[in-house]
Structures are given as C-alpha cells and as structure tokens.
C-alpha cells in the first residue's frame, strides 16, 4: 500500500513542517564501519552479514572481475583485527555471479564481531555483526526497513539506519530491489538524480536480475548500513515482479516475458546469490527449497521474531479491481466480493508446511516465557478499507466532476462500497488472515507484533479477528525511498494529510498512519514495554540529510495481548 514520498521536489523546510517543527538529529554514536570503496576495485559492493543463530551468521562480499579468485575471509572480536578469532577461504566465480557467501560458526551467543575479506592484494570495508542473544536479555532495538527503490533517491535511511547507535539488527521486510525498467516507475525522478535503473528493460532473466542487484549495492547509505549490523530478511514482491502469485504475476505477460516459473527461479537465485541469508543445506531442515523462504530468530529470553513467506509458495491468485468495476451497482454487490471472493475458504497466503513450523515457534515462546513475539510481515494485515472519501468531503463526487484524476476516481469508487485499499494484502486474504491469528491463539499467542513494510506509510494498527477478540498490533514503515499514492498520485500535501486523518478517525483498525515522510521504524524492546520510533528522512537527494522523529508509539501488555499505551 503505497504512501506519500518525500521526493526530491519536497523542501527541507515543508518536511520538518510535517513533523511539528522538529528537527532532532539522530546520533551517530555508534561508528560506522565500512568505508568508501569507490577506488577499489576489487570490493565495489561492500561486505554485509545476516540470518544469525545463536552460534553462527552469514558472511557476504563480492570481488569485481572475471575468473575464479581466491578470497580470504577473518573475523575478529577488536576492530583493529588485533587477534584474529576465525578465519578461511572461498572461491569467486561466475557460477554465483562472483559472489562470496559463507556460514562463520561456533561463535558465542550474543557477541559482536568484526569480519573483512581480501583478494587481489586488496581488502575489503570492515563489517560488524553479531549473533544472537541467549539468556537473560533486558533490551533488543531493531530497525524496520522496506521498500528502497533505486530511482526514487539516496538510500540516506540506511545510512541513518547504520549510524542509530540503539539498533542490533535491522529487519528487511522486502522490497529490497525493484523489477522496473528504466522508462517505468521512477523514470522521471531517476533521470533527475542520475540514478536510473540497470539493466535499461524491466528484469527478466538471471543476468538482468543480477545487474540490478549489482547496482543496488553501489549505494553508499545500503553499503553503510550492511557494513553496521546484521540483516533478517524476508521478500515481497518486487524482488520477483510486482503482485506475484503461485502461477504467474500482475507484471509478469508470458507472451511478452516467457515462463514465470522460469523469472520465479532467476530471480530467487539472484537473491540468495546478493543477499546474506543461509542456503538450505545450512539449516537444520531436510528437504527445505531456497522458495520456502521463512525463519524463526530467538533473543535470549525476550523475543521470537518470525519472518513470513506471502509470494512463492502458497498464495492464491490476486482479485483484480478491473474485473469488478462495471459489475458493482450496490453495497450489497460490494459486500458480496469482500465475502465470496476475497473471502472464499482455501484462498492461501502461507504454506501448510510454513504454518505448521510458524505454529512451533510461537509455541515454543510462549511456553519458554518470552513476553515478545514479533512477525517479520511483508505487507499489511491491519483491515485498512477506505473511508467514504466523498461524502467526507475530502475528495470531489467523480459523477460530478468528470475532469477528476484518475486516481481521485479510483480512491472515491473504493471510499463509495468500503472497499479494501489494496485486495493485494491481506486485506485480499481474509480467510488466510483468519487462519493465521486462529494458530497463534492456539499456541497461547494472541499478542502478536507484526512489524510491516509494503506500504510506504507508517502505521500504527490495532488487530483483531472476526468476532473481535485481540490479535495484537501492527506496527508499518514508511519506504526507504519509494514513493506512494497519495502525493504521487497528484493529489498534494493537503489532501494527503486530510486523508491520513481520515484513515485513522472512521477505520476501525486503524489508530494512526502518516503517508507523508520516508524512512524507517527503531523498534526497542524492553521486558515490561515497547517503543517504536517513526524516523523521517529531509531528502533524498543529497547525501547530506537529517532526521527526525515523526511520532513515538509506546506499547505493552494488555488483558492477554497487546497495545498501544
């Protein structure tokens, strides 16, 4: 669910406006390792670290060159590499697009390491990572990040990410990379910027895939920020193609594009291939497929954090709006879409066999004591359909005002029947939505946190199920860079923050949302209360930015769930 950019036409001045007038500058009291590695021509995308247990994490780099280098890795608990605690080799060669990858073990719970590599008598940034947590634990901060669209801007939001000295691990919720070409979304801004995406056409296969991970990591801010602090990572849909389903996709036209099984699969090999997660063969589960992409993190004895799998294995063809436009003329036809269509038994988003493992994780939390559990969600879960946008006055009647936008048009046909924002989230999902708080309530869970990207927004959602029982709360991040609807959509700051209000005062779940910044969520955890920060970035133009904070939401343990105080 898009949401209002701050794009390069946004002024310093009109961004701290929004935010009240504030203009905090987050501290940059945690050091930032890596360094520039333009004139290196061997590390030119950086080093980063992800997917920890307890004892071990991922190790990535990638040598620029042709033919197979050797690379020699270390690690070190000093970042002066004063004593020298692991250290190896691993080959580089075009079978894996040159990148290196590899699982560091029988490390100590809870320590932070440093890592570099080096080949070519060069070597590369300095990392830091860290395991995770076990035992006693009295505070956990993670950063909730989504959605960086190359085109749209700096990722200034990861380097501020990598700069919050209260942050231990950064979740990736998806949306890391984006499929379009150069001429579609974002064409305009990127041509200003000088960042317009490689390959030139809309990725399709395996070396276009690569190219456009390649590109992504030249970044400064998204290099700055691997070099800082492990990653726990899910996907959405655009490091595939948008709005992906198990047969195909909306952005995928096989005539024109060839099979999607084929994209599918290049796809997911470029990603395990660019990004700092465990290869099947490196969990502790037989038969596991790279596809069947989720995970389950313990920290200590405060938190399990779960990361979702919503595109490849599971979900249900998508309800497409176009099909329905000229067949909805009354509330009861609207009602009926909701509940025969979108609702109808068997319409999947998780896989049984990822259900069934989401089932012993929360089990196991609740039965260990933890009082935190956390879902890695890749797009909203809250119910988010659209207020009557019209008679709010907000939006012109479209009957009225045949010279309305488009998107006017669009946003009063779904404010007029109460319909869903997007039938793309679970919001389109409702029975699999259904099923998923029904197997948390049976493992004594009915507290989640879902923290959630997608929408380019910040959220802040109170959750229930069908007969209004609590389910927990959800927490969503505005995009690194990636605009949304509203502003985008041509409708302006006013109308904007008109509808965001709207939003928040006549949609049930819904306690309040901000479309009108870009950045990212500090979540800190204590053992008694959460906090979640809503961090704005000024510009994405320039590498010279500020932050702020956009709201802090406080929340807690209450009757049997959970939140907000």
């Given at each position: 669910?898009?949401?209002?950019p701050?794009?390069?036409?946004?002024?310093?001045?009109?961004?701290?406006?929004?935010?009240g007038?504030?203009t905090v500058l987050?501290?940059?009291?945690?050091?930032?390792?890596?360094h520039?590695?333009?004139?290196n021509?061997?590390?030119?995308?950086?080093v980063?670290?992800?997917?920890?247990?307890?004892?071990?994490?991922?190790?990535w780099?990638?040598?620029?060159?042709t033919?197979?280098?050797?690379?020699?890795?270390?690690?070190?608990?000093?970042?002066?590499?004063?004593?020298?605690?692991k250290?190896?080799t691993?080959?580089?060669d075009?079978?894996?697009?040159h990148?290196?990858?590899l699982?560091?073990?029988?490390?100590?719970?809870g320590a932070?390491?440093y890592?570099?590599?080096?080949?070519?008598?060069?070597t590369?940034?300095?990392?830091?990572?860290?395991?995770?947590p076990?035992?006693?634990?009295?505070?956990?901060?993670?950063a909730?990040?989504?959605?960086?669209?190359?085109?749209f801007?700096l990722f200034?939001?990861?380097?501020?990410?990598?700069r919050d000295?209260?942050i231990e691990?950064?979740?990736?919720?998806g949306?890391?990379?984006?499929?379009?070409?150069?001429?579609?979304?974002?064409?305009e801004?990127g041509?200003?910027?000088?960042?317009?995406?490689r390959?030139?056409?809309?990725?399709?296969s395996?070396?276009?895939?690569?190219?456009?991970?390649a590109?992504y990591?030249?970044?400064?801010?998204?290099?700055?920020?691997?070099?800082?602090?492990?990653?726990?990572?899910c996907?959405?849909d655009h490091?595939?193609t948008?709005?992906?389903?198990?047969?195909g996709?909306?952005?995928?036209?096989?005539?024109?594009?060839?099979?999607?099984n084929?994209?599918r699969?290049?796809?997911i090999?470029a990603y395990?291939?660019w990004?700092?997660v465990?290869?099947?063969?490196?969990?502790a589960?037989?038969?596991?497929?790279?596809?069947q992409?989720w995970?389950?993190?313990?920290f200590?004895?405060?938190a399990t954090l779960?990361?979702?799998?919503?595109?490849?294995?599971a979900?249900?063809?998508?309800i497409d709006?176009l099909d329905?436009?000229?067949r909805?003329?009354s509330?009861?036809?609207?009602?009926?879409?909701?509940q025969?269509?979108?609702?109808k038994?068997?319409?999947?988003?998780l896989?049984?066999?990822?259900?069934?493992d989401?089932?012993?994780a929360?089990?196991?939390s609740v039965?260990?004591?933890?009082?935190?559990?956390?879902i890695?969600?890749?797009m909203?879960i809250?119910r988010?359909?659209v207020p009557d946008?019209?008679?709010?006055?907000i939006?012109?009647?479209?009957?009225?005002?045949?010279?309305?936008?488009?998107?006017a048009?669009?946003l009063?046909?779904?404010?007029?029947?109460?319909l869903?924002?997007?039938p793309d989230?679970?919001?389109?999902?409702?029975?699999?939505?259904e099923?998923?708080?029904?197997l948390s309530?049976?493992?004594g869970a009915?507290?989640l946190?879902?923290?959630?990207?997608?929408?380019?927004s910040?959220?802040?959602?109170?959750?229930?199920?069908?007969?209004?029982?609590?389910?927990g709360?959800?927490?969503g991040t505005?995009?690194?860079?990636?605009?949304?609807?509203?502003?985008e959509s041509?409708?302006?700051?006013?109308?904007?923050?008109?509808?965001d209000?709207a939003?928040a005062?006549?949609?049930d779940?819904?306690?309040?949302t901000?479309n009108?910044h870009q950045g990212?969520v500090?979540v800190e955890?204590t053992?008694e209360?959460?906090e979640?920060?809503?961090?704005?970035?000024?510009t994405?133009a320039?590498?010279?930015?500020?932050?702020a904070s956009v709201?802090?939401?406080?929340?807690?343990?209450v009757?049997g769930s959970?939140?907000?105080?």
């Amino acid at each position: 669910m898009p949401a209002c950019p701050l794009s390069a036409t946004v002024s310093r001045r009109a961004l701290l406006a929004g935010i009240g007038g504030a203009t905090v500058l987050l501290a940059s009291a945690a050091p930032l390792f890596g360094h520039p590695v333009a004139d290196n021509p061997t590390f030119r995308h950086g080093v980063a670290s992800g997917d920890p247990d307890q004892t071990s994490v991922v190790l990535w780099t990638r040598i620029t060159g042709t033919g197979e280098t050797l690379v020699e890795w270390e690690m070190s608990d000093t970042p002066d590499f004063a004593r020298i605690l692991k250290s190896g080799t691993a080959a580089a060669d075009a079978k894996t697009d040159h990148t290196v990858k590899l699982l560091a073990t029988d490390l100590k719970p809870g320590a932070i390491y440093y890592f570099r590599f080096r080949a070519n008598g060069l070597t590369s940034p300095t990392g830091r990572t860290r395991t995770l947590p076990g035992g006693r634990l009295d505070r956990l901060g993670i950063a909730l990040a989504s959605c960086s669209n190359y085109p749209f801007g700096l990722f200034n939001a990861y380097d501020a990410i990598a700069r919050d000295a209260d942050i231990e691990f950064v979740l990736h919720t998806g949306d890391y990379i984006y499929e379009y070409g150069a001429d579609g979304w974002g064409a305009e801004t990127g041509r200003k910027l000088g960042r317009e995406h490689r390959p030139a056409h809309e990725i399709v296969s395996l070396a276009d895939y690569r190219e456009r991970h390649a590109q992504y990591k030249t970044d400064p801010g998204l290099q700055a920020m691997h070099a800082a602090h492990p990653l726990l990572a899910c996907w959405d849909d655009h490091e595939s193609t948008n709005n992906p389903w198990t047969g195909g996709a909306q952005n995928h036209q096989p005539e024109k594009e060839g099979d999607w099984n084929a994209r599918r699969a290049a796809s997911i090999r470029a990603y395990f291939e660019w990004m700092p997660v465990r290869e099947p063969e490196w969990l502790a589960i037989k038969g596991r497929k790279r596809k069947q992409f989720w995970r389950s993190y313990s920290f200590g004895d405060l938190a399990t954090l779960c990361t979702i799998e919503t595109r490849h294995t599971a979900r249900a063809r998508q309800i497409d709006y176009l099909d329905w436009s000229k067949r909805i003329h009354s509330q009861e036809d609207a009602d009926r879409l909701r509940q025969e269509e979108m609702g109808k038994p068997g319409r999947r988003m998780l896989s049984r066999e990822q259900e069934k493992d989401l089932s012993a994780a929360l089990t196991r939390s609740v039965k260990a004591g933890q009082p935190w559990r956390l879902i890695g969600n890749p797009m909203p879960i809250a119910r988010t359909n659209v207020p009557d946008v019209v008679g709010l006055g907000i939006l012109p009647d479209p009957a009225a005002n045949t010279d309305a936008p488009f998107p006017a048009k669009v946003l009063a046909w779904k404010g007029k029947w109460n319909l869903p924002f997007y039938p793309d989230t679970w919001d389109g999902y409702p029975w699999a939505r259904e099923q998923f708080y029904s197997l948390s309530r049976k493992a004594g869970a009915g507290d989640l946190v879902f923290l959630t990207g997608d929408s380019h927004s910040f959220w802040a959602n109170r959750l229930s199920d069908d007969d209004g029982r609590p389910a927990g709360i959800e927490i969503g991040t505005a995009g690194i860079s990636s605009p949304g609807d509203f502003i985008e959509s041509g409708f302006g700051p006013d109308i904007a923050r008109q509808l965001d209000r709207a939003f928040a005062e006549h949609i049930d779940e819904i306690v309040w949302t901000d479309n009108m910044h870009q950045g990212y969520v500090r979540v800190e955890l204590t053992r008694e209360r959460g906090e979640a920060t809503c961090i704005g970035i000024d510009t994405l133009a320039s590498p010279h930015y500020r932050t702020a904070s956009v709201k802090r939401l406080k929340f807690g343990p209450v009757s049997g769930s959970v939140d907000f105080l």
